[in-house]
Protein backbone atom coordinates (compact mmCIF):
# COMPACT_ATOMS: atom_id res chain seq x y z
CA UNK A 1 0.00 0.00 0.00
CA UNK A 2 0.95 3.68 -0.19
CA UNK A 3 3.12 5.05 2.47
CA UNK A 4 3.87 8.78 2.34
CA UNK A 5 6.75 10.38 4.20
CA UNK A 6 6.68 14.47 5.19
CA UNK A 7 9.60 16.09 5.99
CA UNK A 8 10.28 18.34 8.25
CA UNK A 9 7.87 17.86 11.34
CA UNK A 10 8.39 21.41 12.93
CA UNK A 11 9.85 24.30 10.55
CA UNK A 12 10.00 27.75 12.13
CA UNK A 13 10.69 30.96 10.01
CA UNK A 14 10.53 34.49 10.00
CA UNK A 15 7.89 36.44 8.44
CA UNK A 16 8.90 37.40 5.47
CA UNK A 17 10.88 34.46 4.18
CA UNK A 18 9.83 31.39 2.32
CA UNK A 19 9.13 28.22 3.82
CA UNK A 20 9.16 24.43 1.74
CA UNK A 21 7.57 21.34 3.33
CA UNK A 22 8.51 18.41 1.60
CA UNK A 23 6.80 14.79 1.22
CA UNK A 24 7.64 11.38 -0.79
CA UNK A 25 5.32 8.64 -1.82
CA UNK A 26 5.70 5.13 -2.60
CA UNK A 27 3.29 3.88 -5.42
CA UNK A 28 3.98 5.63 -8.54
CA UNK A 29 0.68 5.04 -9.27
CA UNK A 30 -0.77 7.38 -6.88
CA UNK A 31 -1.80 10.89 -9.08
CA UNK A 32 -3.14 12.53 -6.76
CA UNK A 33 -1.52 14.64 -4.51
CA UNK A 34 -3.40 17.45 -2.04
CA UNK A 35 -2.09 19.44 0.99
CA UNK A 36 -4.21 20.48 3.74
CA UNK A 37 -3.51 23.54 6.94
CA UNK A 38 -4.83 22.72 10.27
CA UNK A 39 -4.87 25.94 12.74
CA UNK A 40 -4.56 25.05 16.46
CA UNK A 41 -7.91 23.28 18.00
CA UNK A 42 -9.55 23.62 13.92
CA UNK A 43 -10.31 21.40 11.51
CA UNK A 44 -8.09 20.63 8.36
CA UNK A 45 -8.82 22.22 5.67
CA UNK A 46 -7.50 21.94 1.57
CA UNK A 47 -5.42 24.41 0.62
CA UNK A 48 -3.91 22.99 -2.76
CA UNK A 49 -4.13 19.84 -4.66
CA UNK A 50 -2.18 18.58 -7.63
CA UNK A 51 -2.56 15.90 -10.49
CA UNK A 52 -0.43 13.91 -11.64
CA UNK A 53 -0.44 15.10 -15.07
CA UNK A 54 0.49 19.16 -13.60
CA UNK A 55 4.46 19.72 -12.66
CA UNK A 56 3.61 22.73 -10.64
CA UNK A 57 0.52 24.71 -9.33
CA UNK A 58 0.17 28.07 -7.70
CA UNK A 59 -2.49 30.07 -6.08
CA UNK A 60 -0.85 33.44 -4.72
CA UNK A 61 1.91 32.60 -1.67
CA UNK A 62 1.54 28.61 -2.10
CA UNK A 63 2.75 26.56 -4.92
CA UNK A 64 3.01 22.61 -4.99
CA UNK A 65 5.88 20.83 -7.28
CA UNK A 66 5.24 17.31 -7.90
CA UNK A 67 8.41 15.02 -9.31
CA UNK A 68 6.94 11.63 -10.77
CA UNK A 69 10.13 10.10 -11.30
CA UNK A 70 11.35 11.02 -8.27
CA UNK A 71 8.14 10.20 -6.28
CA UNK A 72 8.34 13.83 -4.38
CA UNK A 73 5.91 16.71 -4.26
CA UNK A 74 6.81 19.94 -2.13
CA UNK A 75 5.09 22.76 -0.91
CA UNK A 76 6.09 26.29 -1.28
CA UNK A 77 4.84 29.01 0.99
CA UNK A 78 6.46 32.65 -0.10
CA UNK A 79 6.06 35.55 2.17
CA UNK A 80 5.10 34.04 5.18
CA UNK A 81 2.62 35.68 7.44
CA UNK A 82 1.98 34.58 11.15
CA UNK A 83 -1.41 33.74 10.39
CA UNK A 84 0.47 30.61 7.90
CA UNK A 85 1.26 29.36 11.58
CA UNK A 86 -0.45 25.38 11.38
CA UNK A 87 0.45 22.38 11.23
CA UNK A 88 0.64 21.29 7.10
CA UNK A 89 -0.39 17.83 6.27
CA UNK A 90 0.23 16.54 2.35
CA UNK A 91 -1.36 13.13 1.10
CA UNK A 92 -1.23 10.59 -1.64
CA UNK A 93 -3.75 8.38 -3.61
CA UNK A 94 -4.82 7.13 -7.24
CA UNK A 95 -7.34 7.22 -8.96
CA UNK A 96 -10.77 5.14 -8.37
CA UNK A 97 -11.84 4.93 -5.04
CA UNK A 98 -7.93 4.14 -3.33
CA UNK A 99 -7.91 5.99 0.26
CA UNK A 100 -5.90 8.98 0.95
CA UNK A 101 -2.48 8.29 2.43
CA UNK A 102 -1.69 11.24 4.96
CA UNK A 103 2.00 12.11 6.07
CA UNK A 104 2.68 12.82 9.58
CA UNK A 105 2.57 16.71 9.27
CA UNK A 106 4.67 19.76 9.84
CA UNK A 107 4.41 22.30 12.08
CA UNK A 108 5.11 25.77 10.84
CA UNK A 109 5.75 28.39 12.95
CA UNK A 110 6.50 32.09 11.49
CA UNK A 111 7.40 34.25 13.87
CA UNK A 112 7.07 38.31 14.06
CA UNK B 1 -19.23 25.13 11.19
CA UNK B 2 -20.72 24.83 7.76
CA UNK B 3 -22.14 21.63 6.34
CA UNK B 4 -20.47 19.59 8.66
CA UNK B 5 -21.40 18.71 12.05
CA UNK B 6 -19.73 16.38 14.49
CA UNK B 7 -20.99 16.02 18.23
CA UNK B 8 -20.15 16.34 20.48
CA UNK B 9 -17.02 18.38 21.10
CA UNK B 10 -15.60 16.63 23.87
CA UNK B 11 -16.20 13.30 25.24
CA UNK B 12 -15.22 10.72 28.40
CA UNK B 13 -15.37 7.35 27.92
CA UNK B 14 -15.61 4.66 30.92
CA UNK B 15 -13.77 1.34 30.79
CA UNK B 16 -16.14 -1.31 28.96
CA UNK B 17 -18.33 1.34 27.76
CA UNK B 18 -19.37 2.12 23.60
CA UNK B 19 -19.38 5.55 22.46
CA UNK B 20 -20.84 6.60 19.54
CA UNK B 21 -19.59 10.08 17.61
CA UNK B 22 -22.23 11.89 15.57
CA UNK B 23 -21.30 13.29 12.18
CA UNK B 24 -23.85 14.70 10.00
CA UNK B 25 -23.27 17.06 6.64
CA UNK B 26 -26.12 18.95 4.48
CA UNK B 27 -23.16 19.38 1.21
CA UNK B 28 -25.14 16.38 -0.41
CA UNK B 29 -21.95 14.74 -0.40
CA UNK B 30 -21.92 11.18 -1.11
CA UNK B 31 -18.58 9.64 0.75
CA UNK B 32 -18.32 10.05 4.04
CA UNK B 33 -14.94 8.96 5.94
CA UNK B 34 -14.05 8.73 9.50
CA UNK B 35 -10.13 9.46 10.46
CA UNK B 36 -8.13 9.45 14.22
CA UNK B 37 -5.57 11.85 14.90
CA UNK B 38 -3.03 11.16 17.64
CA UNK B 39 -0.15 13.69 18.60
CA UNK B 40 2.85 13.81 16.12
CA UNK B 41 0.80 11.33 13.66
CA UNK B 42 -0.74 11.90 10.40
CA UNK B 43 -4.33 11.53 9.73
CA UNK B 44 -5.27 7.48 9.89
CA UNK B 45 -8.95 6.30 7.98
CA UNK B 46 -10.95 4.00 10.15
CA UNK B 47 -13.47 3.45 8.06
CA UNK B 48 -15.28 5.30 4.95
CA UNK B 49 -18.49 4.90 3.02
CA UNK B 50 -19.46 5.68 -0.48
CA UNK B 51 -23.30 5.04 -0.59
CA UNK B 52 -26.07 3.90 2.01
CA UNK B 53 -25.83 1.33 3.51
CA UNK B 54 -22.25 0.48 2.03
CA UNK B 55 -19.11 1.07 3.93
CA UNK B 56 -15.24 -0.51 4.05
CA UNK B 57 -12.55 -1.01 6.33
CA UNK B 58 -9.59 1.65 6.55
CA UNK B 59 -6.27 1.12 8.25
CA UNK B 60 -7.70 0.70 11.77
CA UNK B 61 -11.05 -0.07 11.89
CA UNK B 62 -10.18 -2.44 14.49
CA UNK B 63 -12.32 -1.64 17.57
CA UNK B 64 -14.64 0.75 16.00
CA UNK B 65 -18.00 0.04 13.97
CA UNK B 66 -20.19 2.65 11.38
CA UNK B 67 -23.41 2.97 9.84
CA UNK B 68 -24.55 4.69 7.28
CA UNK B 69 -28.57 4.41 6.59
CA UNK B 70 -28.71 7.86 5.63
CA UNK B 71 -26.85 10.06 3.32
CA UNK B 72 -26.50 12.84 5.60
CA UNK B 73 -25.15 10.70 8.64
CA UNK B 74 -22.34 8.78 9.54
CA UNK B 75 -22.11 7.83 13.17
CA UNK B 76 -19.04 6.24 14.81
CA UNK B 77 -19.24 3.95 17.86
CA UNK B 78 -15.86 3.63 19.84
CA UNK B 79 -16.41 -0.05 21.16
CA UNK B 80 -14.74 -1.41 24.20
CA UNK B 81 -12.94 -3.39 22.07
CA UNK B 82 -10.84 -0.27 21.47
CA UNK B 83 -7.74 -0.34 23.93
CA UNK B 84 -6.26 2.89 22.99
CA UNK B 85 -9.22 5.34 22.08
CA UNK B 86 -7.92 7.97 23.66
CA UNK B 87 -7.52 10.67 20.13
CA UNK B 88 -9.09 13.42 18.15
CA UNK B 89 -11.27 12.24 15.86
CA UNK B 90 -12.12 14.19 12.64
CA UNK B 91 -15.73 12.77 10.09
CA UNK B 92 -14.85 14.03 6.49
CA UNK B 93 -17.10 14.12 3.41
CA UNK B 94 -16.42 14.50 -0.34
CA UNK B 95 -18.67 14.92 -3.01
CA UNK B 96 -18.67 12.06 -5.67
CA UNK B 97 -16.11 8.33 -4.41
CA UNK B 98 -12.72 9.64 -5.61
CA UNK B 99 -11.73 10.87 -2.01
CA UNK B 100 -10.92 14.25 -3.22
CA UNK B 101 -11.11 17.51 -1.92
CA UNK B 102 -12.36 16.13 1.36
CA UNK B 103 -14.51 18.78 3.58
CA UNK B 104 -13.84 18.51 7.43
CA UNK B 105 -15.60 18.28 10.50
CA UNK B 106 -14.23 20.07 13.90
CA UNK B 107 -13.75 16.86 15.44
CA UNK B 108 -14.31 15.19 18.74
CA UNK B 109 -12.16 14.82 21.50
CA UNK B 110 -11.94 11.67 22.98
CA UNK B 111 -11.21 10.78 26.34
CA UNK B 112 -10.94 7.78 28.66
CA UNK B 113 -11.99 8.26 32.19
Known amino acids: GENVEQHPSTLSVQEGDSAVIKCTYSDSASNYFPWYKQELGKRPQLIIDIRSNVGEKKDQRIAVTLNKTAKHFSLHITETQPEDSAVYFCAASNTGFQKLVFGTGTRLLVSP | DGGITQSPKYLFRKEGQNVTLSCEQNLNHDAMYWYRQDPGQGLRLIYY???????QKGDIAEGYSVSREKKESFPLTVTSAQKNPTAFYLC????????????FGSGTQLSVL
Open chain 2, 92 to 103: ASSLGTRNEKLF
Open chain 2, 49 to 55: SQIVNDF
